[in-house]
Structure formats: C-alpha cells, structure tokens
T-cell receptor, first 117, second 112 residues
Framework: SQTIHQWPATLVQPVGSPLSLECTVEGTSNPNLYWYRQAAGRGLQLLFYSVGIGQISSEVPQNLSASRPQDRQFILSSKKLLLSDSGFYLC????????????????FGPGTRLTVL | DAKTTQPPSMDCAEGRAANLPCNHSTISGNEYVYWYRQIHSQGPQYIIHGLKNNETNEMASLIITEDRKSSTLILPHATLRDTAVYYCIVRVATGSQGNLIFGKGTKLSVKP
C-alpha cells in the first residue's frame, strides 16, 4: 500500500533562517507531488506541484522553492524565512496518468506545523 | 476548475444524518465532484467523488442533482469523530496535474 511521510512534524524557526521540509512517498511510482500551505484559520493553498523528477511548477510567487531530486521525494525550501511563512505545510501525492472514475484524487501526508518567530 | 459554494458551518446531533450541501453551478461536463475532510491538525482525507450518478462508500453517500449544479454529502450516522472541515471540490479528471483547489469548506460540528 502507498504511504506518504513528512518530517519534521513541528518546527520553530527564527525569521531569516533557512528551511527544508521533506516529503517521501512509498508504494507508488511516478506520482504527481504537491506542496500546500494552510495558514491559521484558512483553507489550503497550493504552493508547488511536480509531475516528474526536476519538474516543478509554482502556483504562488513567494520566497519558497521546491525540488524533486528523486521520483518519490519532494522538498520544500527557503533561504530566509518570513513571519508570514508560518503555517501548516502539507505534502500530497496523486496518480500521474489520466484519471478515471476510480481515482481517489490526492493523498495527503500528516503535515508539518511551522512557526516562524 | 469550477468554483464551489458551501455554508461556513453546520451542526449535527450525534447519531443523526449530516447533510452537507455544495453548489457548483458552473461545473463543466468533464468535471468531477470530490469531497475531502480535514480533522483539526491533520491532512485532508478523501471521502468520495462522483461525476453524475449518486455514489456510496463506507464513509458517506454523494447525491448529485440531475443538472449537476449542486450536490450533497451525506454522513448517515454522524459521530463525534466526524467533526471536521468538509471541502467540496470540482476538478477535471483528465490531465496530469489534477490540482485541487480548496475553498473554505464547511465546518461540521457533531454534538452529543
């Protein structure tokens, strides 16, 4: 069965410090991978998605970046964190092939709660 | 992807059916209706999806109107653990991105 891992679960970082959040998926090949952010009391915002190794699409311009060094690894980074980067970061994976009625869409990891002070 | 409209909050008594509405009046013929829920401090969880026929699984039932402009998610016997934010999303099922656009959802509170 497929599983998705994220770490760390929680993180407290000072303003201006770098960031690296990691997401890995097991049990599937060539998945689409996604990074979302959820600010306190708000809905999920898609940040990045990737359809393959080295292929990253950004949905929202910001000081974050994403990389996909391996098929099932997705990394979210920042060189200098801002206070506004605080939030709940979620990684998700989905089937890359054209979807069918049987597709269940996307599967989410447990999330990383980031607090920037 | 089409926009959806959901009530911001709903209450439901434990053991009763919870009926969560969603309007998607601009839905296209190739767009599916998906429902996810997010329990506090967890990632969203897939519940059910459908195109035009009503669907049922172990978690819920999805009723889609004949004109497909609205749908209702039904939790037949709500429990306290069903307290969560429920998101209705319409999306194209073909293509490689399959991006989900989450709105604010409906916060369902199941009360004893």
């Amino acid at each position: 069965s497929q599983t998705i891992h994220q770490w760390p679960a929680t993180l407290v970082q000072p303003v201006g410090s770098p960031l690296s959040l990691e997401c890995t998926v097991e049990g599937t090949s060539n998945p689409n991978l996604y990074w979302y952010r959820q600010a306190a009391g708000r809905g999920l915002q898609l940040l990045f998605y990737s359809v393959g190794i080295g292929q990253i699409s950004s949905e929202v311009p910001q000081n974050l970046s994403a990389s996909r060094p391996q098929d099932r690894q997705f990394i979210l980074s920042s060189k200098k964190l801002l206070l506004s980067d605080s939030g709940f970061y979620l990684c998700a994976w989905g089937i890359a092939a054209p979807l069918t009625v049987g597709s269940r869409g996307q599967f989410f990891g447990p999330g990383t709660r980031l607090t920037v002070l | 992807d089409a926009k959806t409209t959901q009530p911001p909050s709903m209450d439901c008594a434990e053991g009763r059916a919870a009926n969560l509405p969603c309007n998607h009046s601009t839905i296209s013929g190739n767009e599916y209706v998906y429902w996810y829920r997010q329990i506090h401090s967890q990632g969203p969880q897939y519940i059910i999806h459908g195109l035009k026929n009503n669907e049922t699984n172990e978690m819920a039932s999805l009723i889609i109107t004949e004109d497909r402009k609205s749908s209702t998610l039904i939790l037949p016997h709500a429990t306290l653990r069903d307290t969560a934010v429920y998101y209705c999303i319409v999306r194209v099922a073909t293509g490689s991105q399959g991006n989900l656009i989450f709105g604010k959802g409906t916060k369902l509170s199941v009360k004893p």
